[in-house]
C-alpha cells in the first residue's frame, strides 16, 4: 500500500521567504503526482501535476520537482506572500488506478 | 470549469440519524469519490463509483454506504451515525481514460454529530 509522509506538518516563515515543501511516498511505480491547496474549511484546489516521466513542473511562482527513483517531490514557491498561507497536500497515484493516496498535508503561515 | 457541488456546508446532527450528504457534478465525468478528512491523517477514501450504479468500498467504508442512481450525483449516506464520524466530507469527480487520475474536489460538509 502507498504511504505518502510530508514534513514538517507546519511551517511559519516571514514574507518574502521561498517556501519549500517536501512530500515522500513509498512505492516509487507511480502515475502521477498532484500538489493541492486547502484553505481552511474549504476544498482543495489543484496546484500541479506531474506525470511520472516528468522531473518538474512549474506554474508562476509554483514549482514541483520529481524523483521517482527516491520516492520523492518537492514543491518550491518564491518570494512567498501573506496570501500563500494554507494547507499544502501532495497525492500520488498509481497506476491503472483511479485512487489517490494522500499525505496529511503541511500548513503554511506567512507572516506579513 | 468543473464545478463539484456539495449540498451542505455543514451540518450538525444526534447519534443514530440516518445522515445523507448529496454531492453533484456538472461535467460529465465518470468516476465520483468520497473522502474524509481528520487532522493529521489527510483524506482517506471512503466509496468511489465508476459507473451509475457501481461502487467500490475504499479504505475506510465501515459505517457508510453510498448510492449513484445518476451519473452527476453521488450520496453517501451514514445508517447511524455516531460521534466517531465527526469529520470534513470531500467529494470529488473526474473523467474517465487517461485523466482518470485528475480529481476536482467540492468545497465539503463539515459534519459534526452529537
Known amino acids: 500500500k502507498q504511504e505518502v509522509t510530508q514534513i514538517p506538518a507546519a511551517l511559519s516563515v516571514p514574507e518574502g521567504e521561498n517556501l519549500v515543501l517536501n512530500c515522500s511516498f513509498t512505492?516509487?511505480?507511480?502515475?502521477?503526482l498532484q500538489w493541492f491547496r486547502q484553505d481552511p474549511g474549504k476544498g482543495l484546489t489543484s496546484l500541479l501535476l506531474?506525470?511520472?516521466?516528468?522531473r518538474e513542473q512549474t506554474s508562476g511562482r509554483l514549482n514541483a520537482s520529481l524523483d521517482k527513483s527516491s520516492g520523492r517531490s518537492t514543491l518550491y514557491i518564491a518570494a512567498s506572500q501573506p496570501g500563500d498561507s494554507a494547507t499544502y497536500l501532495c497525492?500520488?497515484?498509481?497506476?491503472?488506478?483511479?485512487?489517490?493516496?494522500f499525505g496529511a498535508g503541511t500548513t503554511v503561515t506567512v507572516r506579513a | 470549469d468543473v464545478k463539484v457541488t456539495q449540498s451542505s456546508r455543514y451540518l450538525v446532527k444526534r447519534t443514530g440519524e440516518k445522515v445523507f450528504l448529496e454531492c453533484v457534478q456538472d461535467?460529465?465525468?465518470?468516476?465520483m469519490f468520497w473522502y474524509r478528512q481528520d487532522p493529521g491523517l489527510g483524506l482517506r477514501l471512503i466509496y468511489f463509483?465508476?459507473?451509475?450504479?457501481?461502487?467500490e468500498k475504499g479504505d475506510i467504508p465501515e459505517g457508510y454506504s453510498v448510492s449513484r442512481e445518476k451519473k452527476e450525483r453521488f450520496s453517501l449516506i451514514l445508517e447511524s451515525a455516531s460521534t466517531n464520524q465527526t469529520s470534513m466530507y470531500l467529494c470529488?469527480?473526474?473523467?474517465?481514460?487517461?485523466?482518470?487520475?485528475?480529481?476536482?474536489f467540492g468545497a465539503g460538509t463539515r459534519l459534526s454529530v452529537l
Open positions: 497525492a500520488v497515484s498509481s497506476s491503472n488506478d483511479y485512487k489517490l493516496s
Open positions: 470529488a469527480s473526474s473523467p474517465g481514460g487517461p485523466a482518470k487520475n485528475i480529481q476536482y
Open positions: 463509483s465508476y459507473d451509475v450504479k457501481m461502487k
Open positions: 506531474i506525470q511520472s516521466s516528468q
Open positions: 461535467m460529465d465525468h465518470e468516476n
Open positions: 512505492d516509487s511505480a507511480i502515475y502521477n
